[in-house]
Nanobody
Framework: VQLQASGGGLVQAGGSARLSCTAS????????IGWFRQPPGKEREMVAI???????NYADSVKGRFTVSRDNAKNTMYLQMDGLEPEDTAVYYC?????????WGQGTQVTVSS
């Protein structure tokens, strides 16, 4: 599985952005997919996940502001980010987990200016 992420860039605080990630070969319905991020000087952290059962889990810091979704027909997952804050500045990575293997996208930078 190869993941190609796009979107992000420079956004003003309070603004919105949408990240996309396309999976080569498709997205298995048995896979967990979603997004992680790595803020400057910090460790990578979970942002939002859709489990194989369809459950959506969000980090407390993004609940109510971010929405993770998938489009199986397009083999693509999305992260809609609203109400962005400077603390959301990070490199964002899409994530795919299936059959004991983890795959990562190349990372896309999101910078939120105050």
């Amino acid at each position: 599985v190869q993941l190609q992420a796009s979107g992000g860039g420079l956004v003003q605080a309070g603004g919105s952005a949408r990240l996309s990630c396309t999976a080569s070969g498709g997205i298995s319905r048995f896979a967990n997919i979603g997004w992680f991020r790595q803020p400057p000087g910090k460790e990578r952290e979970m942002v939002a996940i859709i489990t194989s059962t369809g459950t959506r889990n969000y980090a407390d810091s993004v609940k109510g502001r971010f929405t993770v979704s998938r489009d199986n027909a397009k083999n693509t997952m999305y992260l809609q980010m609203d109400g962005l804050e400077p603390e959301d500045t990070a490199v964002y990575y899409c994530y795919y987990y299936s059959q004991g293997k983890t795959y990562w996208g190349q990372g896309t930078q999101v910078t939120v200016s105050s």
